[in-house]
């Protein structure tokens, strides 16, 4: 995904491509048509393509603001007293894989509450 926009004022001079520091534009001629192309990974956010384009075309402002991308969702795992997430299953799982144990889906007040209520009985005995 490309920050880099350019509208429709283009006129395809190339001055954006020869004056960037960072080779991060370039472009080809194919079947009759010109097409620019930009490099996020090696963009600099410079402004020097915006600075020197003769037509006003660059819209830089989308290389300044950006979007978040979203990349992965995942499940949760909330308490099962209160709900609060606690976790991705994936990360669980992991867990449980590398403790060869099943962890209890509770948030550490909840947690708490249950080892408390645990020893109860046997201070009673007491
Ligand atoms: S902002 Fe700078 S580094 Fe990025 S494409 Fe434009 S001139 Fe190149
Ligand atoms: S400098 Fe501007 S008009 Fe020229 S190719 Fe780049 S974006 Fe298009």
């Known amino acids: 995904m490309s920050y880099f926009k350019v509208n429709d004022n283009c006129n395809g001079c190339l001055a954006c491509i020869e004056n960037c520091p960072a080779s991060a534009l370039d472009f080809f001629d194919q079947d009759g048509r010109r097409t620019l192309k930009h490099n996020m990974t090696k963009?600099?956010?410079?402004?020097?393509?915006?600075?020197?384009?003769?037509?006003?075309?660059?819209?830089?402002q989308h290389l300044l603001v950006g979007e978040w991308d979203e990349v992965i969702s995942l499940d949760l795992i909330h308490c099962r007293v209160c709900d609060e997430v606690l976790y991705s299953s994936a990360f669980?799982?992991?867990?449980?894989?590398?403790?060869?144990?099943?962890?209890?889906?509770?948030?550490?007040?909840?947690?708490?509450?249950?080892?408390?209520?645990?020893?109860?009985?046997?201070?009673k005995k007491a």
């Open 43 to 60: 963009c600099a956010r410079c402004g020097q393509c915006w600075r020197v384009c003769p037509q006003d075309a660059i819209e830089f």
């Open 92 to 123: 669980q799982q992991k867990i449980d894989s590398k403790l060869n144990s099943t962890s209890e889906a509770l948030c550490p007040k909840h947690r708490q509450n249950a080892a408390a209520a645990k020893l109860l009985p046997s201070i």
